[in-house]
Every structure is written in structure tokens, then in C-alpha cells.
């Protein structure tokens, strides 16, 4: 039931990024207009344009704590220090508590951010 479960989610997430993927066909006038208003940007500066910050997936996140939550593979998806994936290894995720626990403020936390490069062993703590 379980590997039924793990390989429904992996099909899910690889259709859906396959679609994400694929081209987008524009017609020539359409390109003119885009490499107009990418003209325009370049001569009055790109003060306007806000960068926007790369967000971790939850989803991704989700499924590497399901696959590799043992041997801390969701630590090293957040970019975790390379101890902390060791760790877990050798006791094996707290003998599965730590990868469920980490399962839950994944799924339930709004801002993953805070959770990316984390020195600590124990990702949810201060």
C-alpha cells in the first residue's frame, strides 16, 4: 500500500513538472512586441522590475521527506550543513521520529524560507 502511495505521488509530481515544460509557440508580431518592452526596460533601467525570490515547493519537500527522510535527504534539499544528513543516517532519523516531525512543520508551515541552510540538527528548532 505504502510503495503504491510513494509511486502514485512520484508519477503525479513528474507529469505535473512535464507539463510546466513544455513550449510556448508565439507569433512573429508577438515577438516584436516582447523584444519592445524588453527594449523599453533596458533604456529607462530596471528599477521597475522587482525580483522575485525563489521559493522551496512544499511538494518536493514532501517527497523527499518521504523517500530519504531517514538519511536526511530533505535536509539536503533545504541545504542543510553536511553533518546534519550524517546524522540522521546513522541513527536513522531518531529512529523515524525526526523525518516525522519534520514531515508535519513542512506541510504545515507557511514560510519554508526560514528552514533553508540550517545549521541545526533539529530543523524546526530556535
Do not use: C
Not at 57 to 67: E, M, Q, V, Y
Amino acid at each position: 500500500m505504502r510503495i503504491q502511495v510513494i509511486l502514485f505521488l512520484m508519477f503525479s509530481f513528474l507529469t505535473f513538472n512535464s507539463k510546466a515544460n513544455e513550449n510556448v509557440k508565439i507569433s512573429t508580431e508577438e515577438f516584436q512586441i516582447i523584444i519592445q518592452l524588453q527594449d523599453s526596460n533596458i533604456i529607462t533601467g530596471f528599477d521597475s522590475i522587482v525580483p522575485r525570490k525563489v521559493k522551496f515547493k512544499r511538494g518536493k519537500a514532501i517527497i523527499f521527506t518521504l523517500l530519504t527522510g531517514i538519511f536526511g535527504g530533505h535536509r539536503i534539499y533545504f541545504g542543510t550543513h553536511h553533518r546534519t544528513p550524517i546524522i540522521y543516517a546513522i541513527t536513522f532519523g531518531g529512529l523515524g521520529i525526526l523525518p516525522l516531525i519534520d514531515l508535519i512543520h513542512i506541510v504545515f508551515t507557511k514560510d519554508l524560507s526560514r528552514y533553508e541552510h540550517k545549521s541545526q540538527i533539529i530543523m524546526w528548532g530556535k
